[in-house]
């Protein structure tokens, strides 16, 4: 007897029970006579916060059931895992919740619906529920069971903390409204004599409330005629639109409604309603007008106020008259920041709650604590009113989507906004799950054993739940308070500060050394700029006196940092009279960061910026680095060649853009290389840094710039040919991108190769045609390689039927004929990447028709064929590579390179895309997608080859990123050397890393190759 019940005993610890004498006491009572031997029951029991309280919880409710609803209940609970895991895990988490249950048991039939993890009711859903309360102990009842479901979902992990606050603003929503319709349904003539509507502020009108918060509100009300209609003369009674009535109709509505939440009866309490944030707080009147809450706002409203409007919405009442309020309020809010002395207010106002703290208090004070929730509310919020004002994607009401939009706009670094959103979201879980205990009102950690041990096992620790909880508090608040000094004290000059006092004077002794010190080649020259930038008292020159320190160590943080320097002070010297210049890098710390990055990682994007130096705005911006669409890109293109007067200036407009498109491709690449923080030592990607995503966006761009370029290209050569359009064009004409072009895989110093197609307008001499089209794309081509200091876009046209040999422009019908009788293989094996790319769409489309049966053969390939593609591969590798290269680092002819993959996935497109349609595509990485997916290529080789030709890919464009120049191997300058291993990730000093890791790769790339390609 005694053995058996020591191993009961253990068997209770092991589950996680804390007095498995009691818990032993319960299994074997009456209430869970028909489940106690299960051991599914003891292993969910085990997997609550509490396994102690959940199983008192189920014996309170299984008891207060009738037999045949207990046997439902139990018959249920060991056969459906997902009520089983709701209920006691509702049960484990909050005694309150098992209290309700043991009053209401039937209400655990709310429990048994399993909620999918997309399932996100809303203030809809609520509604049905509360609207059918009679009465405010009926409404308390119908509160807590909405509250019995989101507390499942919250428990079990079908709901984030951003949905699981969401679901609570929208139950307080909903109760104010079932609470609001009740009020009126009892005060018939009030109702009647005013429209009232309900704000809801805080967390509440957040859309993040917790499980128990006061729901603060403001009130505002006119009379029930419209918003413009007159007030009634003074002393009439009877008048309908007199606000005097209203005002006082809508109070006791008001008043009624908040007691319907706030009164405690048998039923408990739902929450306190809080109007404290009217204006004039508690001394101020209950309900005002429209104009009431304007003219307040305008006169007397403090800093606070405004940034607690920042949160305010609609949540009940009137919803026009609620709308008219946030469109008056609205305007006031985003122009708070002009205030005088705002950020001094914003930030004393955050310093007097942490001093009203009780100090007994301060460690365990989640909310109002330094490192605690506020922290990083007031750090957004902050934020938000001094960057909202201009711009309308930050002001969200909700704190994490702020976070969110704050960091997507540049203005909090990427990491520094992940760790504040991690930190935010554990910490208010904690809040959450502190609170849903006893459902009351607070925000202090416990200190007692227990409940630090429930709190621990509900947020996942299990192992050691004090330890674990301890740890993982202390460290989101150090990182938030951290972060909280960073941004909300010092928004701007955090970098400065840590450089310390002699770096930020730049006094020639000093700076020399501490030049030295971060890397400067050539300290001397490095003094020069700075001397020339920061010397004078002129407000330009106090500017560039707080950037340059930042500045220096950004420099300092690549493989370069004298080029930046000496860009930087190139971009200052053209743009240095240009107001928003340095108001830019001033005020909006990720531009700066941008720019530094971009002079110093090479050669392209400066010597594109230095011809167009106010593209640095594009760094400024939220959108500013993400390319235009195409259709939108082209239509730009169109517009600025149809103004030109001239062919000649139209190409010279339509390089214009390509320029600052090409730029904006680069600087993109680069800051997403190397993530937008420089906090750290060497540079690290970001945690979604991904190549192959890096190298498709950037062949992306590349591609709709060059395609864009081309079709205003071809725009200003048909124009140029047909005498201004005077005259339409003899003959359709049609640009069919073919090799890379064709593929949509440019790099950045890709040449375009294309075929050029006519066809012959109904009725028109085909000599005269031909002739006209001949001038076209004669003329296309001698508008694009105008000499200039952009990198040129070479149009090759040498993969036409018989090559430099053959005519460059054929009619349809010659194309046809031709691959008809002569085509070789390289040439089918050429127009595997053809696709029309600019000039008539319906043309292009009749090419793709015409040469897809000659690019897929229906029969495949015959073992002639392959044998001459195989020879072509090896006399291409033989002949075709560079005297001295050396073929195990040569990107694109070398070993595992380029040519070694495309021609590998080519092979399989010519032999098996006639049956397998999804082969269709001129893209190599989709190509090899696809024919892994078909079986052709097993997936651990097509791994090893996308690896190698996105490897492949990054080395080209990081040569010419570096060199400004195209480049198929690596530079030999050890210096340009270095910053394309920086570009591809390695640490500097790692070089030899890098070039051993190439060679590893393209080694096994190559072994693949010899496989499938020359075996077969």
Same mark, same amino acid.
């Given at each position: ?587 909006? %710390? $990720? !531009? =700066?960061? @941008?720019?530094? &990055?971009?002079?110093?990682?090479? /050669?392209? +994007?400066?010597?594109? #910026? ?39 200036? %139209? $190409? !010279? =407009?339509? @390089?214009?853009? &390509?320029?600052?498109?090409?730029? /904006?491709? +680069?600087?993109?690449? #680069? ?41 205003? !290209?071809?725009?200003?050569?048909? &124009? ?297």
């Amino acid at each position: 007897m005694q053995g058996r019940r020591s191993s009961t005993f253990s068997r209770l610890l092991r589950h996680g029970f804390t007095d498995p004498g009691t818990a032993e006491r319960l299994l074997n009572g009456d209430a869970l006579s028909a489940v106690r031997s299960d051991p599914v029951l003891l292993d969910a029991l085990g997997a609550t916060a509490d396994p102690d309280q959940a199983l008192l919880g189920l014996v309170r409710l299984a008891e207060a059931l009738a037999d045949g609803e207990r046997r439902t209940l139990l018959d249920t609970l060991t056969a459906a895992k997902p009520l089983r895991d709701r209920l006691l895990g509702v049960l484990g988490a909050s005694e309150a919740l098992g209290d309700h249950l043991a009053r209401h048991p039937g209400d655990w039939h709310a429990l048994v619906t399993y909620e999918a993890a997309d399932l996100h009711p809303g203030v809809d859903d609520f509604e049905r529920v509360l609207t059918a309360a009679a009465d405010p102990d009926a409404l308390r009842r119908g509160y807590r069971r909405c509250l019995l479901g989101i507390a499942a979902r919250d428990v079990c992990g079908t709901g984030d903390l951003v949905r699981i606050a969401a679901e609570l603003a929208d139950l307080a929503t909903a109760t104010l409204r079932a609470a609001l319709a009740m009020a009126a349904a009892e005060q018939p003539q009030d109702a009647a004599a005013c429209r009232l509507s309900v704000i809801g502020m805080g967390k509440c009108g957040g859309h993040e409330l917790n499980y128990v918060s006061d729901v603060d509100v403001i009130f505002v009300a006119e009379p029930p005629g419209g918003d413009q209609a007159p007030a009634s003369p003074a002393g009439d009674p009877g008048a309908p639109f007199d606000e005097g009535r209203a005002v006082q109709a809508a109070t006791r509505l008001a008043a009624r409604m908040m007691r319907i939440c706030s009164d405690t009866t048998a039923e408990g309490t739902i929450w306190p309603v809080d109007a404290n944030l009217r204006p004039e707080g508690k001394n101020g009147p209950l309900v005002r007008t429209l104009s009431s809450h304007l003219a307040y706002y305008k006169r007397w409203a403090k800093t606070w106020e405004f940034q607690a409007l920042l949160k305010a919405r609609p949540v009940a009442g009137d919803a026009a008259l609620g709308a008219a309020y946030m469109d008056a309020i609205r305007p006031m809010v985003w122009q708070a920041a002009d205030r005088e002395h705002f950020v001094t207010d914003v930030q004393q106002m955050r310093r007097r709650v942490v001093d009203n703290i009780p100090a007994a208090q301060v460690e365990r004070e989640l909310k109002l604590g330094p490192g605690g929730l506020r922290d990083v509310e007031f750090a957004v919020q902050l934020l938000q009113l001094v960057h909202g004002r201009t711009d309308t994607s930050l002001r969200s009401g909700t704190t994490l989507t702020a976070l969110a939009d704050l960091a997507a706009g540049g203005y909090v670094g990427r990491a520094d906004a992940a760790s504040l959103d991690d930190a935010y979201r554990f910490l208010r879980l904690m809040e959450h799950r502190i609170q849903l205990q006893k459902l009351r009102r607070t925000h202090l950690v416990p200190d007692t054993e227990a409940d630090l041990r429930r709190l621990g096992r509900g947020l996942g620790f299990r192992a050691d739940p004090l330890a674990g909880l301890n740890g993982e508090w202390k460290r989101h608040a150090r990182e938030v308070r951290r972060l909280h000094e960073k941004l909300f004290y010092r928004p701007l000059l955090d970098a400065v500060a840590q450089l310390g006092p002699d770096d930020t004077r730049l006094r020639p002794g000093a700076a020399r050394e501490r030049l030295q010190a971060l890397g400067y080649a050539d300290p001397a020259a490095a003094i020069r700029h700075l001397e020339a930038l920061a010397s004078g008292v002129s407000r330009k020159a106090a500017i560039q006196r707080t950037l340059l320190p930042v500045l220096l160590a950004w420099f300092a943080d690549s493989a370069d940092p004298d080029a930046g320097l000496l860009g930087f002070r190139k971009v200052s010297d053209a743009l240095g009279r240009t107001p928003w210049y340095l108001r830019l890098l001033r005020d909006e %710390g $990720a !531009a =700066a960061q @941008r720019l530094a &990055r971009v002079l110093s990682s090479g /050669r392209l +994007a400066p010597d594109l #910026l230095m011809r167009a130096p106010e593209a640095v705005a594009l760094l400024g911006t939220p959108d500013g680095l993400r390319p235009p669409g195409h259709a939108a890109l082209e239509q730009e293109v169109l517009a600025a060649v149809g103004r030109a007067d001239t062919p000649e200036q %139209g $190409a !010279a =407009a339509v @390089r214009g853009i &390509r320029r600052r498109e090409l730029f /904006r491709t +680069a600087a993109a690449d #680069l800051i997403d290389t190397y993530g937008d923080d420089v906090e750290h030592d060497e540079p690290t990607a970001p945690a979604e840094w991904d190549p192959g995503a890096l190298v498709d966006r950037v062949a992306a761009a590349v591609y709709g710039l060059t395609s864009a370029t081309l079709s205003g !290209a071809l725009r200003a050569a048909v &124009r140029s040919v047909t005498d201004g359009d005077a005259q339409p064009l003899p003959s359709r004409f049609a640009v069919i991108a073919m090799g890379r072009f064709g593929g949509r895989e440019l790099g950045y110093g890709s040449d375009a190769d294309v075929l050029f197609v006519h066809e012959p307008r109904e009725g028109v001499d085909q000599t005269e045609a031909a002739r006209a089209a001949g001038a076209v794309a004669d003329e296309l081509r001698r508008l694009l390689q105008v000499p200039t200091a952009d990198p040129p876009l070479i149009i090759d046209a040498d993969l036409r039927p018989e090559g430099k040999s053959g005519p460059l422009v054929r009619s349809l019908a010659s194309y046809q004929a031709y691959y008809r009788r002569w085509s070789l293989v390289w040439e089918r094996h050429a127009l595997l990447r053809a696709a029309p790319v600019a000039g008539d769409p319906g043309l292009g489309e009749r090419f793709v028709a015409l040469i897809d049966p000659y690019r897929y053969p229906e029969a495949g390939l015959d073992d002639e064929a392959v044998r001459e593609i195989r020879r072509l591969k090896a006399r291409m590798e033989s002949e075709r590579m560079p005297r001295g290269s050396d073929p195990t680092t040569h990107a694109k002819l070398g070993r595992g390179g380029l040519s070694d993959v495309e021609w590998t996935v080519q092979l399989l497109q010519l032999e098996h895309a006639a049956r397998l349609p999804s082969l269709r595509t001129t893209g190599t990485r989709r190509a090899l997608a696809a024919a892994t997916a078909e079986g052709l290529v097993d997936a651990a080789d097509a791994a090893v080859l996308d690896d190698a030709w996105v490897l492949a890919t990054r080395v080209r464009n990081a040569v010419m990123l570096v060199r400004g120049r195209p480049g198929d191997t690596f530079p030999g300058d050890s210096r340009e050397l270095a910053a394309v291993a920086r570009y591809l990730g390695y640490p500097p000093g790692h070089v030899g890393d890098m070039l051993e890791d190439y060679r590893r790769r393209t080694r096994r790339a190559r072994a693949v190759v010899e496989r499938l390609f020359y075996e077969g």
